[in-house]
């Protein structure tokens, strides 16, 4: 089995770059919401018209299906690089107090050993 090192500075480099287009598609979203839904192109009312409103309708269903599930899927990455980076921290934690913890006991066998 392949050992990994994981630089936690690069994972919380990453959660601000996915913060940054979650932010990005929350704008993106609210324009559509605001501007766009609901409201086809004003073409008149001849067939050709009719015909584009709902190409345009269709559409816009379409694009804002995607991107609803590219929101989906950065928030899913952003919650995942959280629980990851705080797991490679408390990792460092405990093999940081494990060290100390070491370093202690040795020292009182040093101490112990002095005394002899």
Same mark, same amino acid.
């Given at each position: 089995?392949? $050992?990994? @090192?994981?630089?936690? #500075?690069?994972? &919380?480099?990453?959660?601000?770059?996915?913060?940054?287009?979650?932010?990005?598609?929350?704008?993106?979203?609210? *324009?559509? $919401?605001?501007?766009?839904? @609901?409201?086809?192109?004003?073409?008149?009312?001849?067939?050709?018209?009719? !015909?584009?409103? =709902?190409?345009? =309708?269709?559409?816009?269903?379409?694009?804002? &299906?995607?991107? $609803?599930?590219?929101? &989906?899927?950065?928030?899913?990455?952003?919650? =995942?690089? *959280?629980?990851?980076?705080?797991?490679?921290?408390?990792?460092?934690?405990? $093999? #940081?107090? #494990?060290? !100390?913890?070491?370093?202690?006991?040795?020292? &009182?066998?040093?101490?112990?050993?002095? *005394?002899?």
């Amino acid at each position: 089995m392949a $050992n990994t @090192d994981v630089d936690v #500075s690069s994972l &919380d480099g990453f959660l601000a770059n996915l913060a940054n287009r979650r932010i990005q598609l929350e704008t993106v979203i609210a *324009k559509m $919401n605001e501007q766009l839904k @609901d409201k086809p192109p004003a073409l008149g009312t001849f067939q050709h018209a009719n !015909t584009s409103k =709902a190409v345009y =309708a269709k559409h816009y269903g379409e694009f804002a &299906d995607r991107i $609803n599930r590219l929101m &989906d899927a950065v928030v899913a990455a952003e919650l =995942a690089t *959280k629980r990851i980076a705080e797991n490679y921290r408390t990792a460092e934690q405990l $093999n #940081s107090l #494990s060290a !100390t913890s070491i370093g202690s006991r040795l020292d &009182d066998v040093d101490t112990a050993l002095e *005394k002899k």
